[in-house]
């Protein structure tokens, strides 16, 4: 009885540990996507003078190659020059609510 609790108390752990590594690697992936975002949108703003309002003006715009998956899963809010914000949706397997802040450096 006491090995199955071991066994038990190891699996989980390992359960918590994939799941925190999974999260880490969904936040990384964002990161990255919203680096993509600032490239896109700063050539945006050099185009047409002005920054996007919306991720499908640099989709559209073909200065964005899309990326369904993290567009499914997360809503980008942008605060133009200063960050972009990321909030994950009920989509994302790590779940709803997760922030991720890209700040921009000038």
Not at 45 to 61: C, I, K, Q
């Amino acid at each position: 009885m006491k090995r199955l609790r071991i066994h038990v108390i190891f699996l989980l752990l390992v359960a918590l540990l994939i799941g925190c590594s999974a999260g880490d690697r969904s936040k990384r992936e964002v990161r990255g996507y919203m680096k993509q975002i600032h490239e896109a949108a700063e050539k945006y703003r050099r185009d047409y003078g002005d920054w996007p309002v919306a991720l499908e003006e640099l989709l559209t715009s073909d200065l964005l190659f899309q990326n369904k998956k993290l567009e499914r899963e997360w809503q980008f809010i942008f605060y133009w020059p200063d960050e972009i914000l990321a909030i994950s949706t009920e989509e994302m397997p790590g779940g709803e609510g997760i922030r991720v802040r890209y700040e921009i450096k000038r």
